[in-house]
């Protein structure tokens, strides 16, 4: 389950838990510093720790350019 949930958006993995019933608790860090720029409205998940519940780690996004954000939609 922890590959499963690593390293995707939030959303998609409690989407993904719900379907499975799987409870999920969230938890959200960030970066002491503000060198690169992030997107604090997605959130992606960069920890997973399963016992009697999942609990995951989410910090923001990567912030994407314009450009970026439209060559990954067409990747779709």
């Known amino acids: 389950m922890q590959d499963l949930f690593l390293a995707r ?10 379907e ?19 997107d604090a409205e997605e959130r992606y998940v960069v920890r997973v720790r399963c016992g009697a519940n999942c609990m995951v780690t989410l ?8 450009a970026v954000a439209a060559y990954e939609e067409n990747l779709r």
């Open 9 to 18: 958006p939030w959303e998609t993995v409690r989407q993904m838990a719900a």
């Open 20 to 38: 499975r019933s799987i409870l999920c608790t969230a938890e959200d860090t960030c970066a002491p510093r503000s060198f690169f720029p992030v």
């Open 59 to 66: 910090t923001p996004a990567p912030a994407r350019s314009a």
